[in-house]
């Protein structure tokens, strides 16, 4: 299961495996980040949370409506324990977790994301569904966005 995520670390340009090789790839411009890009990892299977352990910087996993906040936040538990059994903190894992917009009810997903925070998700992709609506991208800012910046006391009037 490890092995996927293998080539991608430490030497992108010199890697050989019995399932993979890579002679002189070359890669440029090189990478901002270092030692390089981040590794994110998406799933929710216990084996796969501990590769996400072991070696991601990001967990991405689907959230409502495809698994429930309770769902994210119990695999949450799963990855913290895996990463205390290899003595790693779990807040250098950036967990990411994408949510399906509904336009017929933008509080619902407004309320989804707050809890998602709430369960100590710090990264929130937000899925528009097609046919998008004229001006989706501005109302997304307005209605979604501003409102979770907001908090629930303080939401715009209809």
Not at 23 to 43: A, C, D, S, Y
Not at 106 to 111: G, H, K, M
Not at 113 to 118: K, T
Request: with cysteine.
């Amino acid at each position: 299961m490890s092995q996927p995520a293998r080539p991608t670390r430490p030497h992108l340009s010199r890697a050989r495996h019995r399932y993979y090789r890579l002679r002189g790839t070359r890669n440029e411009p090189k990478p901002v980040q270092r030692p390089g890009p981040p590794l994110l990892i998406g799933g929710w299977g216990t084996r796969l949370l501990r590769l996400v352990a072991e070696q991601a910087d990001i967990w991405n996993i689907p959230g409502p409506p495809h698994n429930n906040v309770e769902f994210v936040a119990e695999r949450g538990r799963v990855l913290d324990a895996h990463c205390a059994d290899i003595g790693r903190d779990p807040r250098e894992i950036t967990r990411s977790v994408q949510v399906v917009v509904s336009y017929a009810d933008p509080a619902a997903t407004r309320a989804t994301v707050a809890d998602l925070i709430g369960i100590g998700v710090n990264h929130v992709v937000l899925s528009l569904p097609q046919p998008y609506p004229p001006g989706v991208a501005r109302w997304l800012v307005d209605e979604i966005i501003a409102g979770v910046r907001r908090g629930p006391r303080e939401q715009a009037a209809p």
